[in-house]
C-alpha cells in the first residue's frame, strides 16, 4: 500500500523522508492531546526524531511487510496508521493509529481503519487483527467496536503514560471468511 485513495479527500500513503517535517508539525502542534494516551510524544522533540522514525519504519517494511501510513486529509497530514508488528507465523496484525484533534469526529479514522484491515486481509493474508486500547481511552474503544471487533481481554498495567500505568482492553477481528461463531 504506497497509496491508497479512500475519497478524492483521503487518501493513505507510506510515509517517505521527505515528509519527516510536516509529521514533526502535526505532533508538536498537537502535542496537549496526543500525550494522554501516546507515550512516545515527549520523546520527539526535533525533525529527526521523525525522520528517525520514518527511516526505522521503512526498514521495518523491507524486512517484515509492516508498514506506516501517513493519513492525508485534503492535502495535509492529518494523522498515522500502521502496523506495530505482523506475527507472520499466526498470521495476525497488530496495528496502531492516531490523529490530530482537529480532525476527530469525522469519520476518517474509521474509512482509514476500513481500508487498512482490508488490505491486511486481503492482500496481507493475515488471518486476525488484533487492537490494544486504553479502558479509559472511550473514544478509543468505540472504533474497533464501530468496525466489528470482539473484547477478548482485558490487560493490567499493558503500558506507561504519563499519567501513570494503565490498562488495555484487547479487542480481536477475523478475517471475514472465519467460521461464524469464532473470535
Known amino acids: 500500500m504506497l497509496c491508497h485513495k479512500i475519497n ?11 515528509d ?6 502535526l505532533i508538536d502542534s498537537d502535542r496537549a492531546h496526543l500525550r494522554v ?10 525533525v529527526a526524531d521523525s525522520a528517525k522514525f520514518i527511516a526505522k519504519a521503512l526498514r521495518e517494511r523491507a524486512e517484515t511487510r509492516a508498514f506506516t501510513s ?18 507472520w507465523v499466526s498470521k ?11 480532525e476527530l469526529g469525522k469519520g476518517i479514522m ?10 491486511a486481509f486481503e492482500l ?17 474503544q468505540a472504533l474497533p467496536l464501530r468496525l466489528g471487533f470482539k473484547l477478548v481481554s482485558t490487560l493490567k498495567k499493558a503500558e506507561r503514560l ?15 471468511h472465519a467460521p461464524p461463531g469464532s473470535f
Not at 501517513?70 to 506475527?87: A, E
Not at 495476525?92 to 482537529?102: E, G, I, K
Not at 474509521?110 to 488490505?119: I, K, N
Open 8 to 18: 478524492p479527500m483521503l487518501e493513505l500513503r507510506l510515509l517517505q523522508p521527505a
Open 20 to 25: 519527516a517535517p510536516a509529521l514533526y508539525a
Open 37 to 46: 494516551w501516546l507515550p512516545w510524544v515527549d520523546d520527539t522533540r526535533k
Open 70 to 87: 501517513g493519513i492525508w486529509s485534503m492535502g495535509r497530514l492529518v494523522g498515522v496508521i500502521r502496523h506495530n508488528r505482523i506475527d
Open 92 to 102: 495476525v496484525s497488530f496495528p496502531t493509529y492516531w490523529l490530530a484533534s482537529s
Open 110 to 119: 474509521t474509512q482509514c481503519c476500513q481500508a487498512f484491515y482490508t488490505h
Open 124 to 140: 496481507l493474508q493475515v488471518n486476525r487483527i488484533v487492537v490494544a486500547v486504553a479502558t479509559e481511552n472511550k473514544r478509543g
Open 162 to 176: 504519563q499519567s501513570g500505568w494503565v490498562d488495555h482492553n484487547i479487542y480481536s477481528l477475523l478475517t471475514p
